[in-house]
């Protein structure tokens, strides 16, 4: 058993209130007819184990979560980090939220990392 608690019924969303995708990604799910547990990862700590846990029921690994691209990550580690295990990963997540690739989705058992807001369409389609 996870630590993130999650039923069927219920969405559990990891955004960036700061960015323009996690706010639109937010009102899609806030229009669905389930329950939703919002997580601004710009104002709530998420652990490691909470972490590591998105990232297998994602089926990645937790260095794919983060956007290497993403200003804020080149300014602190470079282009050529020397980053390697999972627990460096996790450091950067935690320390700096805003690197997330995109959001995240999870409903029960499944996630979906949200490429446009519209994909939590489809996300929820299937759910139904």
């Known amino acids: 058993m996870g630590v993130i608690a999650t039923n069927n019924r219920e969405l559990n969303l990891y955004y960036n209130a700061d960015s323009s995708i996690g706010m639109q990604t937010l ?18 700590k998420v652990t490691g184990t909470q972490w590591a846990e998105l990232a297998n029921l994602l089926g990645i690994q937790i260095k794919d979560l983060i956007n290497t691209e993403h200003p804020d990550f080149i300014k602190l580690y470079g282009k050529d980090n020397d980053l390697e295990g999972d627990d460096d990963w996790i450091k950067v997540l935690q320390k700096n939220p805003s690197v997330v690739t995109q959001p995240i989705l999870v409903n029960g058992s499944k996630a979906m990392q949200v490429n446009t807001p519209s994909d939590v369409m489809v996300f929820l389609d299937k759910e139904s």
Do not use: E, G, N, W
């Open 27 to 44: 009102a899609f799910v806030q229009a669905s007819k389930k329950k939703v547990l919002a997580v601004d990862l710009s104002k709530t």
